[in-house]
């Protein structure tokens, strides 16, 4: 099992430009999630979701669009990218009901 | 206030040594606690669940307080390897709530 996947691992985007992050998970999990990490400020939910064609906004969705058209895979949008958004990615999983969640590897976004 | 609230360290102690760290949360209907580690540029990985009752895992112990709203992680016999970011956990609905962790590094 692979676990958690993202694509890309890096990337750096002048502003304005528009990028998909992938997240793809095989473990058959229902929830999965897109969290940002800025230095000093933590993990902050950005969507989540909780089953497939299922999204809901978390603490900082404001820049970004999520799609879950199937279970295993979670896509993040930027549609215009700013300075703002210069951060590492980080989505994860897990099962229904359960704590414990599962994280991809990360991307690491640099807007200029 | 920050939901979840840590002292972000750095925390320097030498091989052998006892550490703890504290952290409090605001949310009084947090329902479920946990300690993850972070290391450098990588993703968070579950160290353990928090149990009102404290829980041990080797030379990890946990323990919450729900009455205080305060969660502990001790570290005995710390390791080389232990040096990491340990964030404190809550979760509440469908979420995880993250602090902003500890950091800490053991020297030889």
């Known amino acids: 099992n692979a676990g958690v996947t993202q694509t890309p691992k890096f990337r750096v985007l002048k502003t304005g430009q528009s990028m998909t992050l992938l997240c793809a998970q095989d473990?058959?999990?229902?929830?999965m999630y897109w969290y940002r990490q800025d230095p000093g400020m933590g993990l902050r939910l950005i969507h989540y979701s909780v089953g497939e064609g299922t999204t809901a906004k978390g603490e900082v969705p404001d820049g970004y669009n999520v799609s879950r058209l199937k279970k295993q895979n979670f896509l993040l949008g930027l549609e215009s990218a700013a300075p703002s958004q210069t951060s590492v990615y980080f989505c994860?999983?897990?099962?229904?009901?359960?704590?414990?969640?599962?994280f991809g590897p990360g991307t690491r976004l640099t807007v200029l | 206030r920050k939901e979840v609230e840590q002292d972000p360290g750095p925390f320097n102690v030498p091989e052998g040594a006892t550490v703890a760290f504290n952290c409090t949360y605001s949310n009084s209907a947090s329902q479920s606690f946990f300690w993850y580690r972070q290391d450098c540029r990588k993703e968070p990985k579950l160290l353990m669940s928090?149990?009102?009752s404290g829980n041990e895992d080797g030379r990890f112990t946990a323990q919450l307080n729900r009455a205080s709203q305060y969660i502990s992680l001790l570290i005995r016999d710390s390791k080389l390897s232990d040096s990491a970011t340990y964030l404190c956990?809550?979760?509440?609905?469908?979420?995880?709530?993250f602090g902003t962790g500890t950091r800490l590094q053991v020297f030889p």
């Open positions: 956990v809550v979760r509440w609905t469908d979420k995880l709530i």
């Open positions: 473990m058959n999990h229902e929830y």
């Open positions: 994860a999983s897990s099962s229904q009901g359960a704590d414990t969640q599962y």
């Open positions: 928090v149990y009102s």
